[in-house]
């Protein structure tokens, strides 16, 4: 009898360990392009506006680049996380198999995409020490608009990093997104007179 428990434990135990391994090699290997340019309309050109990007892109003199998780899935939790990352993977999934992606309006769909899609846990797993004194941009403290930030925090006015830092991770995205999408406005001009006007 003892034997018998002893091997399901070893064998429980070893089985565990390989889908531990397993689940997290394949939560890695689904959170990079090009996995994530599998689902995605003209991922070739938005990847490359994230190539380009001399901060969080392939471009960085100092050889750092986020990956696309890394900045398009909570970082708060776990379980938000792995939540997110299935919720988003499914509804990609079902839009690439179904829908028409050369329908989407690629551009106006930007704000929703930062609000719903950029999360401030992202940033801040890197940028932390944006916001403590000591280290803060090396300078003598936390700045400005990074205090205004910490006070306005879980109040009726707070605020995301994409709030102000609209345009970071993927260089010049609005005019990569405008030269695919709009052929209805002759200049970037002429589209956001017809953007105000569908708002």
């Known amino acids: 009898m003892k034997n018998k428990v002893l091997y399901i ?4 135990v070893f089985a565990t360990l390989i889908v531990t391994s397993l689940g997290y090699k ?3 290997a689904t959170g990079e392009y090009p996995f994530c340019g599998s689902c995605h309309a003209w991922d ?3 990847a490359e506006s994230n190539i380009a990007d001399t901060i ?3 471009s960085n003199p100092k050889g750092v680049q986020a990956t696309c998780t890394q900045c398009h899935l909570p970082h708060d939790s776990l379980h938000n996380y792995l939540f997110t990352k299935a ?4 509804a990609e999934g079902w839009i690439a198999l179904t829908g028409d992606p050369s329908a989407k309006d690629w551009l106006g769909n930007r704000e929703h995409a930062r609000k719903h899609y950029t999360f401030d846990s992202s940033c801040l797993k890197c940028h932390q020490n944006a916001f403590t004194p000591e ?3 090396k ?3 936390i700045s400005k608009m990074h205090q205004k930030y910490l006070e306005f925090k879980g109040t009726s006015e707070a605020m995301k990093c994409t709030d102000c830092h609209k345009h970071v991770g993927h260089t010049n995205l609005g005019g990569t997104l405008y030269s ?3 052929k209805e406005a002759a200049n970037w001009e002429e589209w956001e007179a017809l953007r105000a006007q569908v708002k």
Do not use: D, E, R, Y
């Open 9 to 12: 434990v070893v064998v429980s």
């Open 26 to 28: 394949a939560v890695i």
């Open 44 to 46: 070739g050109a938005i």
């Open 56 to 58: 969080h892109g392939a």
């Open 87 to 90: 919720k988003n993977g499914i």
């Open 135 to 137: 280290n803060a941009l």
């Open 139 to 141: 300078t003598s403290g």
């Open 180 to 182: 695919l999408k709009s």
